[in-house]
């Protein structure tokens, strides 16, 4: 790896950037060579084709799904800092973090098992009404089972999910229902990815 | 209660069940105890005899007396063996029967504990019986007879997520800690052996060779006793796996181990090229083991795809050839064991995939049964040979060794998990280090390779079978009694009952594709990304070749939801018949006039309710009350052990989702039925409803707008008649109350019931749990949570 200083000057608002997100000097330079490597024209953004040029995530049911969620809504690029927000929720959680050992104003770290859950639910909340109703679930069953099924095998899915999962009984799945049907699920494993140096 | 063991009046109906269950105990110990000397002693009696009535036969001359013609003979000698193997079988089945007739010892004392004790006192029987004890954990009975099916039945059922996601760990602990061990206790025995110049006692003779080889031996961790003692203490899924995937890979590691000291220990020394061969020979035992069980696998997956036609034999395919493979890794020296749990696991998703449910039962119950006999066999004859010796017992020799365990042991783990848990996301904590080092248990495999050795290469046996009982005594009893009660106050994390939902199903495999995605984006290669990779090649290429028809194409979560759905069915039909059974509805009843509470805008029809006035209301009632007691009668003269025919061979799905359909219409309309809200409906005589109901199924082709879970329906009486539907629904109206009505009067309200589908009633609660608990609590604890694991999740 080159000299980190050097590319360290390259990326804008670096230290910032590494409290904010939690990552070290040397996950955000690399970082920023995958982001660079994926801005083809060099714009020092990324676009939608940037992002459907890598060939791995056409085949990926989801595909669409993840590479809308790096988009703020309503902008059209992404610009690194966003790139490094996104993706900070996957950074493996601290379990020796206090998080109410400090001032109560520090805000929740982006990979905690929350905000790592809140990522996931606004995937499938797709008009971010803060709920999954019954037709985004299938949109995302549908996606997932690509067509292999009848719709009456989907809606029966679907059925029985939402009746699982829905507690308040108003027929969509809240966050707070979402969290609670995962909480045998160990999100902070399942969900973290160890970027390597 | 008053503990009168030892009682032994014969009028015992004052007694309790446990007592006689003791009393039965331990008749059947001293019948056992003397049966087999007996057959010992006898059958060189008969034979003798016979022989004389030959010799005797043969010399009659034509003047010769005739000998009565014996009414009655005795002719042991022809069926001793297969006697006296079942007569163990049978002492070790009744002795697990029981156990769990005494129901405080069970809980205080482990399994394993009991039946070595039992073995003791049988051997101790037989020993004053003046017989001689047969040679019961001979290496040859219990390696190829008694180990497959324990390590069969942990591979078939391995969970292979927790499996795969701790791959590293369990090979770090299973590889290098188990070197560590073998080299530490070898090494520092064979120091303590050369101290006391003083006064030269028999230790002095041990060379270093044999130190390495005795604790190469006493090393590895036993997956028989790990599988006896966590079984029954239910922890974490992550402890579990880990110790038991160590118990489990560390067979390589001992096989190399023991082969290389044993060549070289008649030589003495051993070269760094015997090192480096060794080290080989490592990959070659590990890979080539893995390697047979994977291809026995996937023949086996081959076979089961042309099995339609004759499903009574299907599992005679997997058993056999598990067993094959087993076998041809042990004829090349290779890790039998690796090579079973390969095979096993290789070959589930697919052969599960083609066979029917009845032989995935018959699976399922013949292994448990063969492992759990198995296991209680090695215990027993632990016991007996415990008693049989040789012995020659060396104070310092077993002092040492039993301590050196447990201190290799500790400094091992937790030098490991120092290194590993900086590459663990999930860090492991010191509670989690400690459970791991306790749980390191040694058994019968550690004895029954003492047992192998040569005593003329290795003067020292005796006193390394005798080190090596007491390691194993120590660590089954001591350890293994302690471990439940540490477990408890530690409060170490539990494994959690709760099956797998549909959600956490549907979540998974999304949050698996969002990181395959977000991994692709990074470029980075891991976990996800060759996971993902594995799983496109096994749907392209390897399901249309192993697994039969249609099934090849049906994606997972489908299969996961048709289980559990048939999982269900079968609960409902084993409970028992419902009490409160929603009957067939008026068929007239059109779904358009329902209206649900808050139409989400999607929705493409709004309904509207007309209102029923009074009369036919109570007519609607009448007509439900006694539908509901005509499938009540119904149900009682049902044989509740008949099961449906094999339900994905006959289209069952597309049955399922009609008739869940029909229960939603159904529910929904006795909910209406309560708000004066059902809408006019001619009351038809009930089995004419029924037949139309269940005749026309396409009446109700809207979406479904169930507020209700759907419930499964059986087709009780008989596999396909639709006349016959009946409703089951054991726990939907769990404490139903009666959500208050909105002033509008014409909509409807969905039932607050039960969020999951597994909560019994409050009133039946008790009743219904038994039920469940009854054709829930065979085979073996952790039996139904595995199968809901997929291959590659």
Known sequence: MGSSSSNMDHIPDAQHLMQETGFSAAHLVRLYERFDFLDKDDRGELRLDDFEAVSELAMNPIGDRIIRAFFSPGRETVDFPSFVRILAHFRPTDTNRTRNGRNGAQPEPANSRTNKLKFAFQLYDQDRDGKISREELLQVLRAMLEMQVTEEQLQSIAERAIQEADLDLDDTISFDEFKKSLEKVDIEHKMSIRFLE | ?793
């Open chain 2, 1 to 793: 209660m008053p503990s009168r063991t030892g009682s032994h009046s014969p009028a015992g109906f004052g007694k309790s069940l446990p007592e006689r269950g003791l009393l039965l105990l331990m008749v059947l110990v001293f019948l056992e105890g003397s049966v087999l000397p007996l057959g010992a002693a006898s059958s060189p009696d008969t034979s003798h005899q016979t022989n004389l009535g030959d010799h005797q036969g043969t010399h009659t001359g034509p003047n010769s007396t005739k000998k009565p013609f014996p009414v009655l003979a005795v002719e042991y000698d022809r069926v001793q063996i297969p006697f006296e193997i079942s007569l163990w079988v049978l002492l070790a089945s009744l002795m697990k029967l029981g156990f769990h007739l005494i129901p405080r010892l069970s809980s205080i004392v482990p399994e394993s504990c009991l039946l070595i004790v039992v073995g003791l006192l049988v051997g101790g029987l037989i020993k004053l019986a003046g017989e001689e004890v047969p040679p019961v954990l001979d290496s040859r009975l219990f390696f190829l007879c008694l180990l497959p099916p324990i390590i069969l039945d942990a591979g078939y059922f391995l969970p292979i997520r927790p499996f795969m996601e701790n791959l590293g760990t369990i090979l770090m602990f299973a590889v290098v800690g188990t070197l560590w061990n073998a080299f530490f206790i070898g090494g520092v025995l064979y120091g303590v052996a050369q101290i006391q110049p003083a006064n030269p006692s028999d230790l002095h003779q041990l060379e270093l060779l044999p130190c390495l080889l005795f604790g190469s031996i006493i090393s590895a961790v036993d997956p028989v006793a790990v599988l006896a003692v966590f079984e029954e203490i239910h922890i974490n899924e992550l402890l579990h796996i880990l110790v038991f995937g160590e118990s489990l890979l560390n067979d390589a590691v001992t096989v190399v181990l023991y082969h290389l000291f044993e060549e070289y220990a008649g030589v003495g020394t051993v070269t760094l090229l015997d090192g480096v061969l060794g080290v080989i020979s490592f990959f070659v035992v590990a890979l080539g083991g893995v390697l047979v069980g994977a291809i026995y696998g996937i023949l086996a997956a081959f076979t089961s795809r042309f099995t339609s036609h004759t499903r009574v034999i299907e599992p005679l395919f997997v058993f056999v050839y598990s067993y094959m493979a087993y076998l041809s890794a042990e004829i090349f020296h290779l890790s039998g064991i690796m090579a079973l749990i390969a095979c096993g696991a290789v070959m589930r998703p697919y052969v599960e995939a083609n066979i029917s449910h009845k032989s995935h039962t018959t699976i399922k119950y013949f292994l448990k049964m063969w492992s759990s006999v198995s296991e209680t066999l090695i215990f027993i004859f632990l016991g007996v040979a415990t008693v049989d010796g040789p012995h020659a017992w060396n104070w310092t020799f077993v002092t040492v060794t039993v301590i050196l365990c447990l201190v290799a042991r500790v400094i091992g783990v937790v030098g490991l998990t120092y290194v590993i848990n900086k590459f663990r996301i999930v860090k492991l904590t010191t509670k989690d280090q400690f459970i791991i080092a306790y749980g390191g248990l040694r058994g019968a495999i550690a004895f029954s390779l003492g047992f192998l050795l040569n005593q003329d290469h290795f003067p020292m046996r005796k006193m390394f079978l005798t080190a090596i009982i007491t390691v194993i005594f120590f660590t089954v009893f001591v350890q293994g009694m302690t471990i439940k009660p540490l477990v408890e106050l530690l409060a170490v994390k539990k494994k959690q009952e709760a099956k797998r939902s549909i959600n956490e199903e549907i979540h998974t495999q999304f949050l698996d594709h969002l990181l395959t995605g977000i991994e692709d984006i990074c470029g980075h290669y891991g976990h996800h990304h060759w996971k993902d990779k594995l799983n496109r090649f096994n749907k392209k290429y390897v399901k249309k070749c192993l697994i039969a028809g249609e099934r090849s194409k049906e994606p997972q979560l489908i299969a996961f939801y048709h289980k559990m759905e048939m999982k269900q069915a079968i609960e409902l039909v084993e409970s028992g018949g419902g009490v409160k059974l929603p009957s067939a509805m008026p068929s007239t009843v059109s779904m358009q006039n329902i209206q649900p509470k808050k139409p989400p805008p999607a929705k493409p029809v709004e309904r509207v309710l007309p209102q029923l006035p009074k009369g036919r209301e109570e007519e609607i009632r009448k007509i439900l009350r006694s539908n509901l007691q005509r499938t009540r009668q119904r149900l009682r003269s049902y044989n509740r052990h008949t099961l449906v025919a094999d339900p994905y061979e006959d289209g069952f799905s597309d049955l399922l989702i009609k008739k869940q359909r029909m229960v939603e219409l159904e529910k929904k309309i006795k909910e209406m039925s309560n708000y004066l809200t059902v809408p006019a409906a001619p009351p038809d005589s009930p089995t004419m409803c029924r037949a139309r109901l269940a005749s026309d199924p396409q009446a109700y082709s809207m979406k479904p707008v169930s507020d209700s879970v759907p419930t499964i329906q059986v087709d009780l009486a008989s596999p396909q008649s639709p006349d016959s539907v009946n409703l089951l629904d054991e726990f939907r109206h769990a404490g139903q109350q009666q959500p208050e009505v909105e002033d509008q009067g014409l909509m409807m309200k969905p039932p607050s019931g039960p969020s999951g589908p597994n909560k019994p009633r409050e009133a039946d609660e008790a009743r219904d749990q038994q039920k469940l608990m009854r054709c829930l609590s065979d085979p073996g604890p952790s039996a139904d949570e595995d199968e809901d694991e997929p291959f590659l999740p």
